[in-house]
């Protein structure tokens, strides 16, 4: 058995996705999970009805939403006929959770709301993709994650419960394959014990993949994108960038680490606890060869660039010149640990410590106003942070000529370089 996880790319538009069909269809007999996303913007749009609402207007939270299901309506009727009523009936169902919500106050958290009105996006794009595998004689059986996947109360980045949801999987998911080949189900998205909808945070649905493929014991488990694989650098950033077709786990997390528009980390640990490679693979040509990922040691790699823009330092120093010892870097990684702040690169001194984060002005202004009880406060802004994995010193100057270099670490495996214009 093997899962599949497509993104909102892959299922944008009708054309994308008679051609998920078609992929499948190319695909060797073999049993599937398949996990979708929602399906282009809804995603970016749900979260513009969820504001609205929260914000008291109600009649342009309704607006908002009608025009995601005007989407999802037209693009069920360009892809079904014998399968349209029934799918249309699904459909409504969903809008009807969605609006019985928005008829109401908010008295609740945002990311409560968020949640509730968020998740609706996978339920969507599923239920037709569904229908339509089912119209092209590709038979499947649709399942709602949020039976399966029990989650914490813990909104917009809830955490999974394992031995309940193991044993949903094994009783639910497990049986279902003794009537067909293929299960299609969403990611992303979970429910609390009462029935309350969650979402699992940044790349949740590559690891609601993950989960399945761990829970069911899969062969692989296989990322379609609209990229050739995993390359060593931003394509859209550097054009001369090189498909990598084999990484290990540990060297995808080094990379998402340091930014790399790559794999969740938390998308890799329950691979990597059984052992179960990943592929990346590109949706538009599924004949490419595309990237690897797996247990086991590499050698050669080329260099990995991540160019990380917005970049804020932040100086702090002791205000009466005392040295920066284990009390006040205490303080200061309990005030990152609050406002969720994770630095980027780091560099204490005797009595300054210096750190790049991203340029988030609300947490900058807060993380700045708490500090300054303790340090004096300084913030550059506009800055770059280049990382470069598996470097070499020629590439390493090509790529900082010219720049005034604020803060540099280097190792031998990877150096970070702090740059402003």
Request: proline share 3%.
């Amino acid at each position: 058995m093997k899962v599949f996880k497509f993104g909102g790319a892959s299922v944008t538009n009708v054309e994308r996705i008679k051609n998920l069909a078609s992929l499948l269809q190319e695909q060797p007999a073999d049993k599937l999970l398949i996990v979708i996303s929602a399906m282009g913007k809804t995603t970016n749009a749900l979260e513009k009805v969820a504001e609205a609402f929260f914000n008291g207007k109600r009649d342009e939270a309704l607006q908002l939403f009608e025009q995601v299901k005007n989407q999802h309506l037209t693009t069920a009727k360009y892809l079904l006929v014998t399968h349209y009523l029934a799918c249309e009936a699904q459909l409504k169902n969903f809008f009807t959770e969605v609006e019985w919500l928005l008829y109401d106050k908010p008295v609740r958290e945002f990311d409560y709301y968020y949640d509730q009105v968020v998740c609706v996006g996978e339920l969507l794009s599923t239920a037709i993709i569904s229908a339509y595998l089912n119209e092209c004689k590709i038979k499947n059986q649709w399942v709602d994650v949020r039976d399966i996947f029990r989650t914490d109360d813990n909104f917009r980045d809830a955490s999974i419960d394992w031995t309940y949801t193991q044993q949903k999987v094994t009783e639910d998911i497990v049986p279902l394959y003794k009537q067909t080949d293929i299960i299609v189900t969403q990611g992303f998205i979970g429910s609390t014990d009462e029935n309350e909808s969650t979402t699992l945070g940044r790349e949740g649905s590559d690891y609601s993949a993950a989960v399945f493929a761990h829970m069911l014991d899969a062969e692989s488990q296989t990322i379609w994108k609209d990229v050739e694989g995993v390359m060593n650098a931003d394509p859209k950033q550097f054009p001369e960038a090189q498909l990598i077709g084999e990484l290990n786990y540990d060297e995808v997390i080094e990379m998402a680490y340091y930014g790399a528009q790559v794999i969740h980390p938390k998308t890799i640990k329950p691979l990597q606890n059984k052992g179960i490679p990943l592929f990346v693979k590109c949706f538009l040509d599924s004949s490419l060869p595309g990237t690897v990922i797996h247990d086991k040691a590499l050698k050669g790699l080329p260099p990995i660039i991540v160019l990380k823009q917005q970049q804020a330092l932040v100086h702090l120093h002791s205000q009466d010149f005392s040295f920066v010892g284990e009390k006040p870097v205490a303080e200061l990684y309990q005030l990152f640990a609050e406002l969720r702040i994770k630095p980027n690169l780091m560099q204490t001194g005797a009595v300054t410590i210096q750190f790049c984060i991203d340029d988030r002005a609300e947490k900058i202004e807060k993380l700045a106003l708490s500090a300054s009880e303790i340090f004096d406060v300084q913030v550059e802004k506009g800055l770059t942070l280049l990382t470069i994995r598996h470097y070499n010193e020629s590439l390493l100057e090509k790529m900082s000529s010219g720049k005034k270099i604020l803060l540099k670490q280097q190792a031998p495996e990877t150096v970070q370089v702090l740059m402003a214009q």
